[in-house]
């Protein structure tokens, strides 16, 4: 079965819920606790959906200033699908709806380990920046 790519397209938050859980290997959070179609329709730019058929098998959420500046968050790929190039298609498809909004600057954080994703798949610029722990008791900022 094909996967179909679609910008701002429809979710639930349980589906969500689900895969962010088995992306990020966290528990399953409540739709009470995070309600994603509240969070992405009150503060995105826009999202990407990855659906083979009725499931959900990627998503990826557009951050952004409300003027040149967007930004990826949350970029997640079932694992049954990881490896076959869905997260390359749902950054592209982002990258085609962040332009089409007028964005100048499409930027995104990732751990060790990512960079061949996003830099060589993906084409983002390797940069340095800066990464602050708030939960740590001496407030020092850490390099990333």
Known sequence: MS???EWRGRFANDEVNVLHAEAFNTRVFSSTEWNWVELTTQHSLGWVTAREGVNLVGFINVLWDGSVHAWLQ?????????????????????????????????????EDGLERFYIDSCGFTATRAGLMSLSQPTGRPHQV
Request: glycine content about 16%.
């Open 3 to 5: 996967i179909g790519y």
């Open 74 to 110: 949350d970029t997640m790929v079932s694992r049954l699908h990881r490896h076959s190039g869905v997260g390359s298609k749902l950054v592209g498809v982002a990258v085609d709806g962040v332009r089409s909004a007028g964005c100048e600057w499409l930027h995104v954080d990732f």
